[in-house]
C-alpha cells in the first residue's frame, strides 16, 4: 500500500527557508513521479514543483521558480522541498503526491498523481 507523509512545516519569517520532507513507504520513489502541492484557504490546490522517476526531470510553477527545490535521496525514500526566500503568499499546506511511471517527465497537475500525503502546514509572517 503507497504511503506518504509530510513533515517539516511550521512558522517562517518573510526571506526565510525551510525545508519539507515526504517520506513514502509501500513504493518505492525512484519509481515513480513525485509532486508538491499548496493550498491556501479559499484558493483551489496549486503544482508548484515535481520529479521525475530518473530524478533528472523537474518542473516548477512560476511562482516558486527561483526560490523552491525539489530534491530525493533514494537511499530514505524522501523527497523534499527547499524552500527559500519564502513570502507571506507562500503561506498553505503543503502536500506531496506520486505515481507510479518511469522516465523522465513529470507533472503538475493534480490529476495525474495516485497518492497524496496528509499535508504540513507553512505559515510565512514576521
Known amino acids: 500500500q503507497m504511503h506518504l507523509v509530510e513533515s517539516g512545516g511550521g512558522l517562517v519569517q518573510p526571506g526565510g527557508s525551510l525545508t519539507l520532507s515526504c517520506e513514502a513507504s509501500?513504493?518505492?520513489?525512484?519509481?515513480?513521479?513525485t509532486g508538491w502541492f499548496r493550498q491556501s484557504p479559499g484558493k483551489s490546490r496549486e503544482g508548484i514543483s515535481c520529479l521525475s522517476p530518473s530524478g533528472s526531470g523537474t518542473n516548477y510553477a512560476d511562482s516558486v521558480q527561483g526560490r523552491f527545490t525539489i530534491t530525493r535521496d533514494n537511499a530514505k525514500n524522501i523527497v523534499y522541498l527547499h524552500m527559500r526566500n519564502v513570502k507571506p503568499e507562500d503561506t498553505a499546506e503543503y502536500y506531496c503526491a506520486a505515481v507510479r511511471s518511469f522516465g523522465n517527465r513529470c507533472y503538475l497537475q493534480e490529476s495525474n498523481y495516485e497518492t497524496w500525503g496528509q499535508g504540513t502546514q507553512v505559515t510565512v509572517a514576521s
Open positions: 509501500g513504493f518505492t520513489l525512484g519509481r515513480a513521479v
